[in-house]
T-cell receptor, first 113, second 112 residues
């Protein structure tokens, strides 16, 4: 039972490069979201989706794009990487948008040099 | 602005001690409060609380929500070194009532 799968686990980018962090879940969950975790900052919400075709911004959306063309996949795109985007990124899914726990992927550690 | 505040930010205890972690919130459209444990990688779910005064319990861990005080506590009794982790509090809230808003976490270190 895979749950939430994130790829890659580690990535180093040069400033200005673009890339996509992949997230897939096999639990038929409606709700998916992306967080970044920085030391001493907890988890901050970047973007979320309440279902296929619907996305919205979280607390820190600048510099990131998302799309949700299928229920299973929710990729996060970095348009032009900056050192401030060095972080650990977590994808999470929930069965529905309300009153349900979030299941997290194992994270992607991204370094922008 | 929605806010979730955890205290203390870090804590060092000896094995066998009992600890209490705090979480307070100021949010719009509160729906539920969740506790997570994060060791090396992904956070893992501990409890979801929606009603005031009803304790949730799992082994040595327990948690309770006080909606009047806008807060929750997580208790760990007879701590073990395996309890060393970051404990995250999250509140389901926001304009649409769907966002999980996290606090900064409490780092617990249990020494043997």
């Amino acid at each position: 039972n895979a749950g939430v799968t994130q790829t890659p686990k580690f990535q180093v980018l040069k400033t200005g490069q673009s890339m996509t962090l992949q997230c897939a879940q096999d639990m038929n969950h409606e709700y998916m979201s992306w967080y970044r975790q920085d030391p001493g900052m907890g988890l901050r919400l970047i973007h979320y989706s309440v279902g296929a075709g619907i996305t919205d911004q979280g607390e820190v959306p600048n510099g990131y794009n998302v799309s949700r063309s299928t229920t299973e996949d929710f990729p996060l795109r970095l348009l032009s990487a900056a050192p401030s985007q060095t972080s650990v990124y977590f994808c999470a899914s929930r069965r529905t948008a309300r009153n349900t726990e979030a299941f997290f992927g194992q994270g992607t550690r991204l370094t922008v040099v | 602005e929605d806010k979730v505040v955890q205290s203390p930010l870090s804590l060092v205890v000896h094995e066998g001690d009992t600890v209490t972690l705090n979480c307070s919130y100021e949010v719009t459209n509160f729906r539920s409060l969740l506790w997570y444990k994060q060791e090396k990688k992904a956070p893992t779910f501990l409890f979801m609380l929606t009603s005031s005064g009803i304790e949730k319990k799992s082994g040595r861990l327990s948690s309770i929500l006080d909606k009047k005080e806008l807060s929750s506590i997580l208790n760990i009794t007879a701590t073990q070194t395996g309890d060393s982790a970051i404990y995250l509090c999250a509140v389901e809230a926001g304009q649409a009532g769907t966002a999980l808003i996290f606090g900064k976490g409490t780092t617990l270190s249990v020494s043997s």
